[in-house]
């Protein structure tokens, strides 16, 4: 999680970590989770509703597109199994590295 110095208080940052359109079906073979929706819209709308939620709530949320290949590697070196919990650390791990301001839906 990203701190944001407001000035008065300190907001953390949650990223809600997505996948493309193009590897929503390969990681559906990962992410056990990801079988329950209907498809990519289905699950993105899910997605969006908890960035809603957590921004509702006072959260930063934003959303963060990752590469499934580096999440997939990232979650073997790290012996985690894939799932949409760990796509979200993925997502803020690749964001603190890239040092780059996520897109927020906002």
């Known amino acids: ?15 809600v970590g997505v996948v493309s ?3 929503f079906s390969r990681a559906r073979r ?3 989770e990801l079988s329950a929706y209907g498809g990519y819209d289905d699950w993105l ?4 509703g908890r960035f809603m939620g957590l921004s ?3 959260a930063e949320a934003s959303l963060e597109t990752v590469a499934l290949d580096g999440f997939l590697d990232w979650c073997q070196a790290r012996a985690v199994r894939p799932s949409e919990a ?3 650390a993925y997502a803020r791990f690749s964001w603190a590295r890239s ?5 927020s839906a906002a």
């Open 1 to 15: 999680m990203g701190a944001i110095n407001t000035g008065r208080c300190t907001m953390h940052k949650i990223l």
């Open 21 to 23: 359109a193009g590897d």
């Open 30 to 32: 990962h992410i056990p």
């Open 45 to 48: 709308d899910s997605r969006y």
């Open 56 to 58: 509702i709530g006072g």
């Open 86 to 88: 760990a796509l979200d």
């Open 99 to 103: 040092g780059r301001e996520p897109l």
